[in-house]
Structure formats: C-alpha cells, structure tokens
C-alpha cells in the first residue's frame, strides 16, 4: 500500500528517497553528494524519465561520453528515456543533487 512520505534530507551520499514498486507506483528517487571531482558514473536509463534538481554546487552534465552543459543551482535538467549520460562535479566545493526516475 501506498502512503505519503517524508523523508529528511542529510549530506549522505545515496540516501534513497522514494522505491519505484514499493513506496511509489512509478517513480524512484535519490540523494546524490558528490566531493570536488567525483562522478556518478556513465549511465542509461532505459525507459526511464529522469529529472535532476540541483540543490547545491555546480553539475557537468555529459551526454554519449561528451561535456553538454555545465549547470549551477538551482536549477533542473531533464534526460530523456535511453540517453547514456553522466554526471560530474568539476570542483569548487560539493555538489548536491536529487534525482527522480519514472518509468514509460
């Protein structure tokens, strides 16, 4: 059964928010913290939506392996389902962010 959620935000580095199948029908949601330099890693979402809000820092945002933005918060950027894309912190102090993914 669904039920409304709070969940406290911390500076701990993949805090889950929110279980796609168990706490929500269709989304799945983290806290990401990122030191100067570090990276999620290069990644595809397939059949995924995903948003990220920038909390805090500033985000590279790579696209197939290639820099495409580079973002300050607070601000939100959209992945379109099946785009292989990363997410680094080029430095300058932490990066903080949240991700949500949603199923198509």
Known sequence: ????????????????????????????????????GESVGEHKTENVEEVIVILHGTAEILINGKRYKTVKAPSVVYIPPNVVHDVLNPGGGVLKYIYITSKI
């Not at 959620?5 to 929500?24: F, H, M, Q």
């Open 1 to 36: 059964m669904m039920r409304v959620k709070v969940v406290k935000l911390s500076n701990t580095k993949g805090k889950k928010i929110l279980r796609r199948g168990e706490e929500s029908l269709n989304f799945s949601s983290r806290l990401v913290v990122l030191k100067s």
